[in-house]
């Protein structure tokens, strides 16, 4: 028995790869891993521009890859569906190669994402800052 798969399966297929045959949408979704980041962010983690990566998140918000929210002056992208980074774990291990995936707050980016990761880092534990203060 033949295994036949139609055009019309084939073609959105295609057109899912041709998206993520660009290397810095590749590192955009990495970035972005399982949480949700700004442009800003973005800037400051990849080293590109803002219009630049502007372009790229359009292409990728285009084929459905990317949601967005907006808090205030920010806009923040999620992952529409994160098993795009099991698929993207499945090609770097058929290459050989580690895909690392992790959200980390970036000393340049004034987000209030990264704004509040750094201050937890500097005090884990907002009762021990408050009584310092006291004492």
Same mark, same amino acid.
């Given at each position: 028995m033949m295994n036949i798969i139609s055009h019309t399966a084939t073609v959105p297929i295609s057109a899912l790869f041709q998206t993520l045959g660009v290397a810095p949408r590749l590192e955009i979704l990495l970035a972005i891993g399982a949480g949700e980041a700004c442009v800003c962010h973005l800037e400051a983690a990849l080293g590109y521009r803002q219009a630049f990566i502007s372009q790229h998140l359009m292409a990728l918000r285009e084929a459905n890859l990317l949601e967005t929210r907006r808090e205030g002056r920010f806009v923040y992208y999620r992952l529409a569906d994160r098993r795009i980074l099991d698929v993207l774990a499945q090609a770097g291990a058929?290459?050989?190669?580690? =895909? %690392?995936?992790?959200?980390? *707050? =970036? %000393?340049?980016?004034?987000? *209030?994402?990264?704004?509040?990761?750094k201050v937890a880092r500097l005090c884990p534990d907002p009762l021990i800052g408050e009584q310092e203060r006291v004492a």
């Amino acid at each position: 028995m033949m295994n036949i798969i139609s055009h019309t399966a084939t073609v959105p297929i295609s057109a899912l790869f041709q998206t993520l045959g660009v290397a810095p949408r590749l590192e955009i979704l990495l970035a972005i891993g399982a949480g949700e980041a700004c442009v800003c962010h973005l800037e400051a983690a990849l080293g590109y521009r803002q219009a630049f990566i502007s372009q790229h998140l359009m292409a990728l918000r285009e084929a459905n890859l990317l949601e967005t929210r907006r808090e205030g002056r920010f806009v923040y992208y999620r992952l529409a569906d994160r098993r795009i980074l099991d698929v993207l774990a499945q090609a770097g291990a058929l290459l050989g190669q580690a =895909v %690392a995936v992790q959200f980390s *707050p =970036v %000393a340049a980016c004034e987000c *209030p994402n990264c704004a509040t990761t750094k201050v937890a880092r500097l005090c884990p534990d907002p009762l021990i800052g408050e009584q310092e203060r006291v004492a």
